[in-house]
């Protein structure tokens, strides 16, 4: 009898046995991609298991998945080196310092990396490379690229970094010389920063400004309030179109650079991706 | 024997009612990403009634305003397999989530699927979530017919059809605005209920070709050109975008205070 009443206790409880690995569910909401419900309850594991390096990890992956970025790293700083976690966690971490803005900060953590094998010590080269390019780096990026085509599994995202320095040395535009060239004729400074439809806006404009303060001059005179006030308007488009080419060729530099600044980072982060998947 | 047997049921239902109990009292004390949280864990471990945890879960999700997650929650439902006492409220869940969702052609679609497969189970409250998705979709005749039915089979005496005379409402044309602006600049604001800045636009316009004819009459070709013809072209195109604009906020206003009668009606008599 009392052997049975075990039998039926076991059978019973056999709901709750199916429990007892304490991350099960929360690699189930991970799994369906449930983050808030994820960070809710892996802080209420840590809050019991405060050590517990899986729990830890899978909460800064949440807010990871989330982009809330400064808080996977909280997360992931309490992880020890002992776990068999500690290697993947480094490159999240310095890949999330860099995605931060922090490259310095990311460079330091991917230098401390110690690699378990030709793969992770093949990504570590290439995340450093990544980080020198964000930090227009090129003598530094070009030491790294020598350690690059040991891995084809990451010869795609290598390729892409060397077309990228190929691209950030390029010879930039100069804001000064779209100033002189739009002192020198209306709108060839914004031609020259790229902006074509405002640069022949601007040609129009002040061609149409031009004209009228010539009309007023030769039918009034150089004193008549018709000359003056076209003139001004004329003088203040230039003046301010002047200026206006220089910022366009900042502008326009900055968006490019942006562009490829984010092509690096999406070319970083693939390769944490697919070597830990 | 018997006595065992009912101490193991005991503790089964003891283990199995805990979870449950703990997301339900998460839930009444306002908790609401806890609840969600927990009832996701008795979904996780299995426990029958899957569907019914999921509508809760769904409930936590609304009251945060997480109207599509609540929706993501009630998809994971199998409407065709969900017991008979959940049916209708799944379809009424659903229908009212894609209505907060600012999805009324959905929740209309939902109601109609509820009403051909279960109408029997069809209620009064699908049928007010059918008025309000009816009139976010802005079809007002149909949302008063609706109203009228619901009041006829369901409602007590005493109501009143806040859209009664929906009908008679002149909505604006964008189209009819931009045209009259073109023939007559300034119109287009007037027939969009804006008759000042009609006026407005209309002097702007005059003003522009008065300057224009002006300074072609005093030899000046490129001021009356330019800046005359110019600052004519500005104000006419201007004047016309302007009065399709203002088409579309007379016509939301319009919308708004018909939403607002609708909305005012339910809430008093709620009261």
Known sequence: MKLLFFLLLVISLSGRAQTSDANAFLRYLM?????????LEANRLTKHQPENDTTLFLLGLAHYEKKDLKWSLAAWDNIPPASPLFLQTQFLKGFSQTFLGHPNEGWEIFQRIVPHDSLSAALRTLEMAGVELLRHDFPAFHQQADGFGRISVLKKQEDNLMAYAGLLQKKRRKPWKAGVLQLALPGAGYYYAGYKGHAIYNLLLSTLLGLQAWEGYRKRGPESVRFIGYASAFAVLHIASVWGSTLAVKMRREEREKTIHDQILIDMHIPIRTVFR | MIRYLLICIFLFALFSGNAQHRADSLFRAGDF????LEYERL????????SLWL???AYSQKAQQQYEHALASLKRINLYEAPDSLTAKLFYETALLHYLNHQPDLALGVIQEWRYLHPAAFSSAGK????????????????KNAFDDWARSYAADGWVNPLAGVEKVRWKKRRTAETLSFLLPGSGQWYAGSPGRGVVSAGLNGGAVLFAI????????FAGAYTGVGLFYLFYWGGARYAVKLAELKNQRQQHELMQALHTAFRQKKE
Do not use: Y
């Open chain 2, 43 to 50: 979904v996780f471990e299995g426990k029958p009634p899957v």
């Open chain 2, 55 to 57: 509508l809760r879960k």
């Open chain 2, 33 to 36: 990403g806890g609840a969600q």
């Open chain 1, 31 to 39: 799994a369906k991609r449930f983050f808030d419900e994820a960070i």
């Open chain 2, 128 to 143: 007010v979530v059918e008025i309000f998705a009816l009139a976010e979709n802005q079809q007002w005749v149909e949302a």
């Open chain 2, 214 to 221: 002006h300074q072609f009459s005093n030899g000046f070709f």
